[in-house]
C-alpha cells in the first residue's frame, strides 16, 4: 500500500488549497485516514481524521471551522479542503493510514500505520 499525497504550493493568507491524497490496493475503504502537518523545528502534529466509510470527521482545534476531510472511496482517494489559509499553516502536509477503528479525540502519529510522503503548504502574509 502506497499513499501519495499532492496539491501542495504556495498561496497568499486567506487564499486557499485542495490537497489530495491517493492510496493504493484494495483496502482503502477499512482505513480511517488522518492528515497531519509538520513545520520547520517542530513536531508533526494531527490536523483532521475521517472514518473509514466517511461517517466521522475530527479535526484540531487550530483549523476547526476552515478546513474540512473528506474521501471518495471509489477513488481510493482522501482530501483536505483547505481555506482561510493562515501563515501559520505553512507546513509538510501527510496523510497517514489507520488500520484500525476511528479515533475521536487526541491522535498521536503512533497511532497511524501508513504515511505518504508529505506536499508542502507555504502559506505567504
Known amino acids: 500500500v502506497q499513499l501519495q499525497a499532492s496539491g501542495g504550493g504556495l498561496v497568499q493568507a486567506g487564499g486557499s488549497l485542495r490537497l489530495s491524497c491517493a492510496v493504493s490496493?484494495?483496502?482503502?475503504?477499512?482505513?480511517?485516514m488522518g492528515w497531519f502537518r509538520q513545520a520547520p523545528g517542530k513536531e508533526r502534529e494531527f490536523v483532521a481524521g475521517?472514518?473509514?466509510?466517511?461517517?466521522?470527521?475530527y479535526y484540531a482545534d487550530s483549523v476547526k471551522g476552515r478546513f474540512t476531510i473528506s474521501r471518495d472511496n471509489a477513488k481510493n482517494t482522501v482530501y483536505l479542503q483547505m481555506n482561510t489559509l493562515k501563515p501559520e499553516d505553512t507546513a509538510v502536509y501527510y496523510c497517514?493510514?489507520?488500520?484500525?477503528?476511528?479515533?475521536?479525540?487526541?491522535?498521536?502519529?503512533?497511532?497511524?500505520?501508513?504515511w505518504g510522503q508529505g506536499t508542502l503548504v507555504t502559506v505567504s502574509s
Open positions: 497517514a493510514a489507520r488500520v484500525g477503528p476511528f479515533l475521536v479525540g487526541g491522535q498521536p502519529t503512533s497511532k497511524y500505520d501508513l
Open positions: 490496493g484494495r483496502t482503502f475503504g477499512t482505513y480511517s
Open positions: 475521517i472514518s473509514s466509510i466517511g461517517s466521522s470527521t
